[in-house]
């Protein structure tokens, strides 16, 4: 944490260009005598900072002097800020914005903090409940990628009581709005979906990484597995007049529009897990959609209509 202080330190002294060790130590929220040791180790190290004694006197940087200490340009400051900076962010985000928002050269600081203010996130959904199961363990498991530790995951699949297991934190991806940890285990790379992490414990082991690792480029070899997977099965159908925009609702890019028929329908192909996935969603349009092939999807329709006929008998009139 020393590097990170005599860094805010310096940037304080270039936003302010004199000042005290009582005002640093209540910037950085640290006893006078820990700024004071601070500044001095600035002046060591070949900073130019000195100091004046007596009233009205302080710390400063010699002439004036100036370190930019990010490099960025006005668009790539602005991007940063863009991404990083809605006003739902983190405590730790926000600090570390303000602190970048002083390394920037005067002409560059209006335009990030105008664009630090610029979004905003809501962690809620339209019905008022919290949207926080991605985040519970995030902290933890950030800091396991980034010390290089092994930890006990406690994980739950859908439908299964959690089970635990050791594996070596890799690296943390997001995808479509759904956090997951890439982390190596006995049969190899996997991921890990983070609303699905129930416990997170350090082990006190060095991750085993790969030799060669590359965060991006397992990402997307993982991925595209995962995709293989979602689509390893077609359902192909005719849809009625008006389902347009609620199959593409439904499906985006895994729904193929083959051609018009004479009636006003259309074929239509959708891709999907498996038949009996595509075929109960495709359930909720009714006579609307009719699935022409495979079989097993029809039966699936069939079996659908059956139990929900059992279960709420014909409509009324």
Same mark, same amino acid.
């Given at each position: 944490?020393?590097?990170?202080?005599?860094?805010?330190?310096?940037?304080?002294?270039?936003?302010?260009?004199?000042?005290?060790?009582?005002?640093?130590?209540?910037?950085?929220?640290?006893?006078?005598?820990?700024?004071?040791?601070?500044?001095?180790?600035?002046?060591?190290?070949?900073?130019?900072?000195?100091?004046?004694?007596?009233?009205?006197?302080?710390?400063?940087?010699?002439?004036?002097?100036?370190?930019?200490?990010?490099?960025?340009?006005?668009?790539?400051?602005?991007?940063?800020?863009?991404? /990083? *900076?809605?006003?739902?962010? +983190?405590?730790?985000?926000? &600090? !570390? #914005?303000?602190?970048?928002?002083?390394? %920037?050269? @005067?002409?560059?600081?209006?335009?990030?903090?105008?664009?630090?203010? /610029? *979004?905003?996130?809501?962690? +809620?959904?339209?019905?008022? &409940? !919290? #949207?926080?199961?991605?985040?519970?363990? %995030?902290? @933890?498991?950030?800091?396991?990628?980034?010390?290089?530790?092994?930890?006990?995951?406690?994980?739950?699949?859908?439908?299964?009581?959690?089970?635990?297991?050791?594996?070596?934190?890799?690296? %943390?991806?997001?995808?479509?709005?759904?956090?997951?940890?890439?982390?190596?285990?006995?049969?190899?790379?996997?991921?890990?979906?983070?609303?699905?992490?129930?416990?997170?414990?350090?082990?006190?082991?060095?991750?085993?990484?790969?030799?060669?690792?590359?965060?991006?480029?397992?990402?997307?070899?993982?991925?595209?597995?995962?995709?293989?997977?979602?689509?390893?099965?077609?359902?192909?159908?005719?849809?009625?007049?008006?389902?347009?925009?609620?199959?593409?609702?439904?499906?985006?890019?895994?729904?193929?529009?083959?051609?018009?028929?004479?009636?006003?329908?259309?074929?239509?192909?959708?891709?999907?897990?498996?038949?009996?996935?595509?075929?109960?969603?495709?359930?909720?349009?009714?006579?609307?959609?009719?699935?022409?092939?495979?079989?097993?999807?029809?039966?699936?329709?069939?079996?659908?209509?059956?139990?929900?006929?059992?279960?709420?008998?014909?409509?009324?009139?």
């Amino acid at each position: 944490m020393r590097a990170d202080r005599l860094v805010a330190v310096l940037l304080f002294l270039q936003t302010r260009g004199q000042v005290t060790a009582a005002e640093v130590a209540a910037e950085l929220e640290v006893s006078e005598r820990t700024a004071r040791r601070d500044l001095e180790a600035l002046a060591t190290a070949g900073i130019p900072v000195y100091s004046q004694a007596g009233r009205g006197g302080g710390w400063a940087l010699v002439g004036g002097a100036r370190t930019d200490l990010t490099g960025l340009n006005a668009g790539e400051s602005r991007a940063l800020f863009l991404a /990083a *900076g809605p006003s739902s962010a +983190t405590p730790e985000l926000r &600090s !570390a #914005l303000r602190k970048l928002v002083r390394a %920037l050269p @005067a002409p560059l600081r209006a335009d990030a903090e105008a664009a630090s203010k /610029a *979004g905003v996130a809501d962690s +809620t959904d339209w019905s008022g &409940s !919290a #949207l926080t199961a991605d985040t519970p363990h %995030l902290a @933890a498991l950030q800091r396991a990628v980034v010390d290089g530790v092994r930890v006990r995951l406690g994980y739950a699949k859908p439908g299964a009581p959690a089970g635990e297991r050791t594996v070596h934190p890799l690296g %943390l991806a997001s995808k479509a709005g759904t956090g997951y940890l890439v982390a190596g285990t006995d049969r190899g790379l996997r991921t890990f979906r983070l609303s699905r992490v129930t416990s997170v414990e350090a082990t006190g082991e060095r991750v085993e990484r790969p030799e060669g690792f590359d965060l991006a480029a397992a990402w997307r070899s993982l991925a595209a597995r995962m995709e293989d997977r979602m689509l390893a099965s077609t359902v192909w159908a005719r849809a009625g007049q008006g389902t347009e925009q609620i199959l593409q609702g439904l499906f985006g890019g895994r729904l193929r529009t083959l051609r018009s028929l004479p009636d006003g329908w259309t074929e239509i192909e959708v891709d999907g897990p498996s038949p009996e996935v595509v075929a109960a969603q495709l359930a909720g349009l009714g006579a609307r959609v009719e699935i022409l092939e495979p079989p097993a999807a029809r039966e699936r329709l069939a079996r659908l209509a059956y139990e929900l006929a059992s279960l709420y008998g014909p409509p009324a009139g």
